[in-house]
């Protein structure tokens, strides 16, 4: 059988753009959707089936039948996903390869589900590496401008983001006026800002920032705005956005534009020179 | 007039133990209630005023009036609290004395506060120097003990309070099988606590950690738990807290205590061993 690359698929729109490019290129790709988390509408147009995480073995066999050698792992899996797990018998022992790094915080887990697979034979590609156009780049996205005080408040939100992730806590915090309304955990981005307009001042809304954090596994674990970002970061209250750029993926980018521009609200991509000598752009 | 100690009080049952425990040793009292904040049933023992806190000079003037020389400033005044302040034009002045230090985060506008009333000739206490008894200890205070995993969380609950409080941002998180479920920024520990329910995963519960910042102001700002605190740590599926020994305010020792013990739930001050080698206790 023709080699596929094998997608293993979470939510949001960003497993299906990986196919499509992957199909654009001229290369035949396979689907495992992770049940709970990946949406069936998305993957209906490609040739895909739902498992659940815990059944890790039957993954690792479906992908190899499928002769899938190249793996991309893309799309949100929300927490808590571990009453999804429930391991079969051989995903204990997989498990157990995993070992201690499942409770080490995120970017531990992932980089030691990227190791086992590694170990099964199966190269682990970033989904950045297939969908380039989608990487967000240094610069202003939107029509609205920052200004002086929310570049003072994207400043402190860089300081706060490097902070957390020295101790592999979550990639986003929102600041306004120089206060930290909320920092990010394992609740996600949405559900931050979800809580985030009862807890402002009035005067200029806040500003979202997220990065990478420092050694991060950036082949399963990218941030991602897009459309639902932007709107939910309105309706927080907040006036802006700013990523790292060349580590945040966009996903829906002129929809995600239009609905800031309607709003007054701006997108920036921080380049090296915005995150200061101590950046991580780049180097994992 | 006999001097008074003058206490400035937001929530909570803080500001009637300073004003009890004052007494006791003979002192005159007299308390500002900020209005929205202060509870008037607890002040309602003690010679008092509610003023907004945006009326800065009416309370300056007020305590001067009284003969207050040491002030206490004790009690959680939530924010969003700007709205409340509606500075009248006196009040303009001051904040503009206060200046950028409002806008600097909790730590920087308190001791920018501290420093303000300072300069008007009043010295400014912490409500520990007044409430010694109060301030929590090293050691466990419940029956039930933390087990491995648990004080594995609360390393590294320590860890991630470190780099927050390097930025300046909140005092507490909550780990779980050395997953972070979330981080305390503006919404406070109570608010915090009410988002885990729904982060945690199954098996043994969380840990809350709550530290003194380093550098902390801690004549205003000292880090506080409670039955309240053990209460929502127990509806969240948490099975412990550990706070900073000697920084850290002890409220409703006892229900508190029992409401713990009554749960198999865990209560323990750590000590400058327990923190390692960089604990900031009895630094400031």
């Known amino acids: 059988m023709e080699p596929a690359l094998g997608i293993i698929a979470g939510s949001g729109p960003l497993p299906a753009q990986v196919a499509r490019a992957a199909e654009a290129a001229g290369q035949r790709v396979f689907i495992i959707g992770l049940e709970g988390h990946a949406e069936p509408d998305r993957l209906a147009p490609f040739p895909h089936a739902f498992l659940r995480f815990g059944g890790a073995v039957r993954i690792l066999s479906l992908l190899k039948e499928q002769n899938c050698r190249d793996l991309v792992l893309v799309g949100p899996v929300k927490r808590p996903s ?115 307009g009862g807890l402002a001042w009035p005067g200029p809304g806040g500003i979202l920032v997220k990065l990478v954090k420092p050694g991060q596994e950036r082949r399963a674990d990218l941030p991602t705005i897009g459309e639902q970002t932007v709107r939910g970061a309105i309706a927080a209250g907040l006036r802006g956005i700013a990523f790292e750029a060349g580590g945040t993926l966009i996903v829906e980018r002129e929809s995600m534009v239009a609905a800031a521009d309607a709003a007054g609200f701006f997108v920036i991509g921080l380049g090296p020179e915005a995150l200061g000598a101590r950046t991580t752009t780049g180097r994992n």
Chains 1, 2 share one sequence.
């Not at 706060?160 to 006026?177: E, I, K, N, T």
């Open 82 to 196: 571990f009453r999804d797990l429930r391991p079969d018998g051989e995903g204990l022992k997989l498990l157990a390869r995993i070992g201690k790094a499942a409770f080490m915080g995120d970017d531990g887990l992932l980089k030691a589900v990227i190791r086992v697979l590694g170990e099964e034979g199966f190269r682990v590609r970033g989904a950045h590496e297939i969908l380039g156009g989608l990487v967000g780049r240094a610069g202003l996205m939107t029509r609205t401008v920052p200004d002086d005080q929310a570049k003072s408040d994207i400043q402190r939100g860089i300081a706060v983001c490097r902070a957390l992730g020295v101790a592999d806590v979550g990639q986003g915090c929102v600041v306004q006026a120089g206060i930290v309304l909320a920092v990010e955990a394992v609740e996600g981005t949405d559900a931050m800002l979800g809580r985030c």
